[in-house]
């Protein structure tokens, strides 16, 4: 079974750089058809999917974050990780890491347990 879990500071400050790792076990993240996909939720909101990077490394984001997110990966430790710039108040959220079959034929079967970040000053 899939194992994921998210790590990284629960407290940003405006203006810098929100950073998360999702640690994978039980699955290899370059295993073909798969993609590895970063969600959040506001306090109060729904869901907002913010981007993924795939088996092969492609990435695609959300357009509303594109400008400042980025998703990079390390494969000889089985990581993801999330990059988000410039954050701002809007931006706290508890933040998950999920895995999707190609063409979300199935939605997301494998997600982390979610980490809080607050960004305040």
């Known amino acids: 079974q899939v194992q994921l879990q998210e790590s990284g500071p629960g407290l940003v400050k405006p203006s810098q750089t929100l950073s998360l790792t999702c640690s994978v076990s039980g699955g290899s993240i370059t295993t073909n058809n798969y993609a590895w996909v970063w969600i959040r939720q506001p306090p109060g909101k729904g869901l907002e999917w913010i981007g993924y990077?795939?088996?092969?490394?492609?990435?695609y984001y959300n357009p509303s974050l594109k400008s400042r997110t980025s998703i990079f990966r390390d494969t000889s430790k089985n990581q993801f990780t999330l990059k988000l710039t410039s954050v701002i108040p809007e931006d706290t959220a508890v933040y998950y890491c999920a895995r999707v079959y190609r063409d979300y034929l199935y939605g997301h079967d494998y997600w982390g347990q979610g980490t809080q970040v607050t960004v305040s000053s």
């Open positions: 990077i795939s088996y092969s490394g492609d990435t």
